[in-house]
């Protein structure tokens, strides 16, 4: 009976240590299903942050690449820019030559025009002189009034026209072979006075006699 007895002590003492024993355990399990739970939070989180990260390091690229062609498109405009730079510069180099080959012509024509007006000056101090010579010619001579007359008008109209060959700068070649000829004709006349006043002298001679 006794020992029954102690038997059933150590079954029930077995039994409370199987007890608190399972207790134990369905606490353990119950700390580590916490744990499990926060472990599979722990990761749906981490898969949450890793998502997101992909989503930004896509986005990332694709700012990347959106950088990368703008800075290609920057590039490009630059390239272009340059070469309208070139370009203008070349413009201006052609642009500076063309005025430097104008200024050149035009100071040759200025050239040119001096020694024109010089050799239209110098015709007209000869013609000047000319018509002194022919004046005092005509005021020697009282018997060819009215041929000095012409002589006279033919110088005004000389005169004229050497004028206008200096104002113009046209036709004046063939208006000074003109007035040459004119000259000419002029000095031929004059000879032709001079010579009708020796026969008239010597004709007052002979009636003198």
């Known amino acids: 009976m006794d020992k029954q007895h102690n038997q059933n002590k150590v079954n029930e003492k077995k039994a409370s240590e ?32 890793v998502d997101e990260l992909v989503l930004a390091n896509q ?18 405009r630059a390239n272009e820019l340059v070469l309208a730079n070139q370009e203008k510069d070349k413009r201006a180099d052609e642009l500076v030559r063309a005025n430097q080959e104008k200024d050149k012509r035009a100071n040759e024509l200025v050239l040119a025009n001096q020694e024109k007006d010089k050799r239209a000056n110098e015709l007209v101090r000869a013609n000047q002189e000319k018509d002194k010579r022919a004046n005092e010619l005509v005021l020697a001579n009282q018997e060819k009034d009215k041929r000095a007359d012409e002589l ?34 002029k000095d031929k006349r004059a000879n032709e006075l001079i010579l009708v006043n020796e026969e008239l002298d010597f004709l007052r001679g002979l009636f003198k006699k």
Do not use: C, H, S, T
């Not at 986005?59 to 490009?76: F, G, I, P, S």
């Open 18 to 49: 199987l007890v608190l024993a399972n207790k134990v355990l369905a606490l353990q399990n119950k700390e580590k299903d916490k744990r499990i739970d926060e472990l599979v939070l722990a990761n749906q989180e981490k898969d949450k942050l």
């Open 59 to 76: 986005e990332k690229d694709k700012r990347a690449n959106e950088l990368v062609r703008a800075n290609q498109e920057k590039d490009k």
């Open 152 to 185: 006279v008008l033919a110088n005004q109209e000389k005169d004229k026209r050497a004028d206008e060959l200096v104002l113009a700068n046209q036709e004046k070649d063939k208006r000074a072979n003109e007035l040459v000829l004119a000259n000419q004709e």
